[in-house]
């Protein structure tokens, strides 16, 4: 098998384009199951330049991503022949490894449409290159399970590197010919030991349902997320910065100064101008609200000054159970984050996974509630002082020291995505800095930079607008001389000019 990537380039050719859509068309359409939605993603550039690393596998290639990755084919492809060869063998007098092809090949549209970009690749290759890594994961999967050890975790768990769970479950009814539930049973306990080991959180308790399961990450996302009976929200889902705020003082006095310069004629020209420097500084507020973190106090700010304390909550509750309550004792309850060596890749990859999802149009369903967790910790984490508060009360645990933790959670920075309405950590946020805000320091602090702030900002604004009135009044005077009208709108500025300055 070369080491060059079959589905690299499009079929050539119209006609052959037509027979290869028609051909693929037709076989979907007869396959009674329904068509499962897209659910392994190219990661985008955007978050992949954060972190190259995070996102794209180092070790271990799997299904048509990466498969025939140049710089993993030459070093891993014998390690999953062997690994084949460990699943088959205890099978060999009563399958063949060309019998798991033709179940894997007979439900290659159901494969390709898991993924986000169209495969142009013919079936037999499909099908020996999803059964080679189907094989493959399922042999790490029972070596985790039995030894606690893989080639490479992180590697297992990236997005783009997913097989689909149908693979598995097509593999597993080619090997044995039993009871379908009981290999289910199997391949959810694999999955289950493996996400338990590696999740940042506890997992709920309770069989979430293994048939809607995409893959290994989407039993992990699930897993962490429904760690709580669901409670119905009404949410809604936003692009950051794009919740309206307070008009700006500077945009204001801009278009003061557009309402008195259109009193004078011939002016048309500077207020184009003016009117492009306004288009500028309305899109410079909006990329710095897309740019900001979420606005909650640190940990340290919020004890200090505020009295809040922070608590683990109790029951090994999840994401959806974080709390504050702002009578008497001031206490804020999260739930448990162990962080490792792998936790950031790991985070990355579901947090990326759950936007890539609820982006989606065959996914309205999805939320936003674990990037908002990661949005929240984001904030309230600004030093290692932060983090040892946390570890000390028993929410963060793990070997990944503290200073680690604070990259980590500076690195992956604010979403480009928010939730509002419903949300219940949202409510938290509202109440964390509504009681922060209150307090006395707080108060005179802000009122002080914000009227030194206001002062600097208005004293800029006025000698600009002083310079911009001064050069339209000798514009004007070159124009249109020194005439008896004209030198009624020159005393006009002059008189406008001196009032701003005093």
Same mark, same amino acid.
């Given at each position: 098998?070369?080491?060059? =990537?079959?589905?690299?380039?499009?079929?050539?050719?119209?006609?052959?384009?037509?027979?290869?859509?028609?051909?693929?068309?037709?076989?979907?359409?007869?396959?009674?199951?329904?068509?499962?939605?897209?659910?392994?993603?190219?990661?985008?550039? %955007?978050?992949?330049?954060?972190?190259?690393?995070?996102?794209?596998?180092?070790?271990?290639?799997?299904?048509?991503?990466?498969?025939?990755?140049?710089?993993?084919?030459?070093?891993?492809?014998?390690?999953?022949?062997?690994?084949?060869?460990?699943?088959?063998?205890?099978?060999?007098?009563?399958?063949?490894?060309?019998?798991?092809?033709?179940?894997?090949?007979?439900?290659?549209? @159901?494969?390709?449409?898991?993924?986000?970009?169209?495969?142009?690749?013919?079936?037999?290759?499909?099908?020996?290159?999803?059964?080679?890594?189907?094989?493959?994961?399922?042999?790490? @999967?029972?070596?985790?399970?039995?030894?606690?050890?893989?080639?490479?975790?992180?590697?297992? !768990?990236?997005?783009?590197?997913?097989?689909?769970?149908?693979?598995?479950?097509? !593999?597993?009814?080619?090997?044995?010919?039993? =009871?379908?539930?009981?290999?289910?049973?199997?391949?959810?306990?694999?999955?289950?030991?493996?996400?338990?080991?590696?999740?940042?959180?506890?997992?709920?308790?309770?069989?979430?349902?293994?048939?809607?399961?995409?893959?290994?990450?989407?039993?992990?996302?699930?897993?962490?997320?429904? #760690?709580?009976?669901?409670?119905?929200?009404?949410?809604?889902?936003?692009?950051?910065?794009?919740?309206?705020?307070?008009?700006?003082?500077?945009?204001?006095?801009?278009?003061?100064?557009?309402?008195?310069?259109?009193?004078?004629?011939?002016?048309?020209?500077?207020? @184009?101008?003016?009117?492009?420097?306004?288009? #500028?500084?309305? =899109?410079?507020?909006?990329?710095?609200?897309?740019?900001?973190?979420?606005? &909650?106090?640190?940990?340290?700010?919020?004890?200090?000054?505020?009295?809040?304390?922070?608590?683990?909550?109790?029951? =090994?509750?999840?994401?959806?159970?974080?709390?504050?309550?702002?009578?008497?004792?001031?206490?804020?309850?999260?739930?448990?984050?162990?962080?490792?060596?792998?936790?950031?890749?790991?985070?990355?990859?579901?947090?990326?996974?759950?936007?890539?999802?609820?982006?989606?149009?065959?996914?309205?369903?999805?939320?936003?509630?674990?990037?908002?967790?990661?949005?929240?910790?984001?904030?309230?984490?600004?030093?290692?002082?932060?983090?040892?508060?946390?570890?000390?009360?028993?929410? %963060?645990?793990?070997?990944?020291?503290?200073?680690?933790?604070?990259?980590?959670?500076?690195?992956?920075?604010?979403?480009?995505?928010?939730?509002?309405?419903?949300?219940?950590?949202?409510?938290?946020?509202?109440?964390?800095?509504?009681?922060?805000?209150?307090?006395?320091?707080?108060?005179?602090?802000?009122?002080?930079?914000?009227?030194?702030?206001?002062? &600097?900002?208005?004293?800029?604004?006025?000698?600009?607008?002083?310079?911009?009135?001064?050069?339209?009044?000798?514009?004007?005077?070159?124009?249109?001389?020194?005439?008896?009208?004209?030198?009624?709108?020159?005393?006009?500025?002059?008189?406008?000019?001196?009032?701003?300055?005093?």
């Amino acid at each position: 098998m070369a080491s060059v =990537n079959p589905f690299s380039g499009p079929i050539s050719g119209n006609k052959q384009w037509v027979q290869h859509i028609s051909t693929t068309l037709k076989k979907q359409l007869a396959i009674a199951v329904d068509t499962p939605p897209p659910s392994i993603f190219q990661i985008p550039k %955007i978050l992949k330049d954060e972190n190259p690393e995070a996102y794209v596998p180092q070790r271990i290639g799997l299904g048509l991503n990466h498969h025939f990755h140049s710089e993993l084919y030459p070093k891993m492809e014998q390690n999953k022949l062997t690994a084949v060869k460990r699943v088959l063998k205890p099978y060999q007098f009563q399958v063949s490894e060309d019998e798991v092809v033709e179940k894997v090949k007979a439900i290659i549209p @159901l494969i390709c449409a898991c993924y986000d970009s169209y495969l142009d690749a013919d079936d037999d290759t499909l099908a020996w290159l999803m059964s080679i890594d189907g094989l493959f994961l399922i042999d790490q @999967l029972a070596v985790y399970s039995a030894h606690r050890f893989a080639v490479d975790a992180k590697d297992l !768990i990236k997005l783009e590197n997913q097989i689909p769970l149908i693979v598995l479950k097509e !593999i597993q009814n080619a090997l044995s010919e039993g =009871n379908a539930v009981m290999q289910d049973d199997y391949l959810e306990s694999m999955l289950g030991m493996f996400c338990k080991s590696h999740s940042p959180f506890i997992l709920n308790n309770q069989k979430i349902d293994f048939i809607g399961v995409h893959h290994l990450l989407d039993y992990m996302y699930h897993s962490i997320v429904n #760690n709580e009976t669901f409670i119905s929200t009404d949410i809604s889902i936003t692009k950051a910065g794009s919740s309206p705020s307070e008009k700006d003082d500077k945009l204001e006095l801009l278009e003061l100064l557009i309402q008195i310069i259109a009193q004078i004629p011939g002016s048309k020209p500077f207020l @184009l101008l003016i009117e492009s420097l306004k288009t #500028n500084f309305l =899109n410079s507020i909006e990329k710095k609200i897309m740019a900001e973190e979420i606005k &909650v106090p640190s940990v340290s700010e919020l004890r200090d000054i505020a009295g809040v304390n922070f608590h683990l909550s109790p029951s =090994n509750d999840g994401i959806r159970n974080i709390k504050f309550m702002p009578e008497n004792e001031r206490s804020c309850y999260l739930p448990l984050i162990t962080l490792n060596t792998n936790s950031e890749v790991i985070l990355r990859n579901l947090v990326a996974y759950e936007q890539l999802m609820a982006d989606s149009s065959f996914n309205s369903s999805y939320s936003l509630e674990l990037t908002e967790y990661v949005d929240f910790m984001c904030g309230i984490i600004d030093s290692a002082k932060d983090v040892r508060l946390l570890r000390g009360e028993k929410i %963060i645990g793990g070997d990944l020291d503290d200073e680690k933790i604070v990259e980590l959670f500076n690195g992956i920075g604010r979403s480009l995505a928010r939730m509002n309405g419903g949300s219940e950590l949202k409510k938290t946020v509202d109440e964390l800095n509504r009681v922060y805000e209150r307090m006395p320091r707080v108060w005179v602090q802000r009122m002080a930079k914000r009227q030194l702030r206001a002062s &600097v900002n208005i004293a800029k604004f006025l000698i600009g607008s002083s310079s911009t009135l001064l050069v339209i009044r000798e514009v004007y005077l070159k124009a249109y001389g020194s005439t008896p009208v004209n030198r009624v709108l020159d005393d006009f500025v002059r008189s406008t000019i001196a009032h701003f300055l005093r």
